[in-house]
């Protein structure tokens, strides 16, 4: 059984920075792409940042040169940098993996950004 484990979630002020992390354990087998994605009230969830496993990254233009995505291969993780944080990156985050065959998904965790 995969388990995703994501932290890092909280309330910032606007301007501020947060990290989200998030460990996969289990059979997961061989991880192609980790990412990152959001879904605000509503039902859209959108993607934010992935990246694969030779190191290519993408991300939505709405973050771009404010979140900085990263893994570890060896531990089976995925972090998130997200800095100049503003009002509209509220949302429940959602950590991401991917194998030749299955996509998974934690939990979720929310980022609140307000004064």
């Known amino acids: 059984q995969v388990q995703l484990v994501e932290s890092g979630g909280g309330l910032v002020q606007p301007g501020g920075s947060l990290t989200l992390s998030c460990a996969a354990s289990?059979?997961?087998?061989?991880?192609?792409?980790m990412g990152w994605y959001r879904q605000a009230p509503g039902p859209q969830r959108e993607l934010v940042a992935t990246i694969t496993n030779d190191e290519r990254t993408n991300y939505a233009d709405s973050v771009k040169g404010r979140f900085t995505i990263s893994r570890d291969n060896a531990k089976n993780t995925v972090s998130i940098q997200m800095n100049s944080l503003k009002p509209e990156d509220t949302a429940v985050y959602y950590c991401?993996?991917?194998?030749?065959?299955?996509?998974?998904w934690g939990q979720g965790t929310q980022v609140t950004v307000s004064p």
């Open positions: 289990g059979s997961i087998g061989s991880i192609t792409v």
């Open positions: 991401n993996v991917q194998n030749s065959m299955w996509s998974y």
